[in-house]
């Protein structure tokens, strides 16, 4: 099974991904009408995200449970279980540093069973109660623009034709992955793993090429940055590399080697 938290290498090495994603994202999120609205609906959709994420911890917490349980576990399994907790309470934390979650990156599953998966499961409550809280201030917010912009344009009907107008409904569908069908949230490679609305998306992964399709926003080299200018970076220099290959004739100097 491939890493379904990234794009393919084959998709990395062909211009015409990086050009698409970009304008996709650069179209969906920057348009008139979306502009308005993207900071709630991400802050919207990431609430609901960790929401269904605590249902996936919720049912991986009870496996565990079991696992823990059942006679002559290997040592190498529970270590597997506790990297589980440990990397998805860790990115938790990294991502939302507000959320007052107690520290499990220094408890041994060996030694503290049930303690280790009693302060797991007190942090997930924990986190599912900001959450939710999270997920309801954000809905209030965007009503209340809304409200703000009937106000503004003179009635419902003058914004919903400033949404036809500046938005595409066929776009969004792409972009926020409303067309799967499949499970929001899956747990694949010892991680949880987000497959719904990756548009929402603020990558902080280091690497290059390690950012969800439609995220819009990626780090390069630690800086952040919106999708369309960081895959333009990448077609220049992917443009760059292949002058230099032609210029200098490396594909028939490795071929006569």
């Known amino acids: 099974m491939g890493n379904q938290a990234k794009v393919p ?124 809280k999270e997920l309801d201030d954000a809905t209030s917010k965007k009503e209340h623009l809304e409200e703000l912009l009937v106000q503004k344009l003179g009635s419902v009907d003058a914004l919903r034709k400033f949404e036809h107008m500046h938005s595409n409904d066929r776009l969004k569908d792409i972009v926020t992955n409303s067309t799967d069908g499949k499970d929001k949230v899956i747990v694949t490679g010892n991680r949880v793993i987000r497959k719904y609305h990756p548009v929402f998306i603020q990558s902080k992964d280091v690497g290059l090429f390690s950012a969800p399709f439609y995220a819009y926003s990626k780090s390069f080299f630690g800086i952040q940055m919106e999708t369309i200018w960081f895959n333009v970076i990448i077609i220049w220099l992917m443009t760059l590399m292949l002058y230099c290959i032609l210029y200098f004739d490396v594909l028939r100097k490795f071929l006569e080697r």
Not at 56 to 83: D, H
């Open 9 to 132: 290498l084959i998709g990395n090495i062909m211009a015409s991904r990086w050009a698409y994603e970009g304008l996709a994202t650069n179209q969906f999120k920057n348009n008139k009408y979306q502009q308005l609205y993207f900071d709630i609906e991400r802050q919207i959709s990431n609430a609901s995200y960790r929401e269904n994420w605590a249902d996936k911890i919720e049912e991986q917490l009870q496996e565990a449970s079991g696992t823990i349980n059942a006679p002559n576990t290997s040592p190498g399994t529970l270590k597997k279980v506790e990297s589980f907790f440990k990397a998805e309470f860790k990115d938790l934390k990294t991502e939302y540093p507000k959320v007052p979650l107690t520290d499990i990156m220094n408890m041994d599953i060996i030694t503290a069973k049930q303690s280790f998966l009693k302060t797991c499961k007190q942090n997930l409550d924990t986190a599912s109660k900001y959450f939710h």
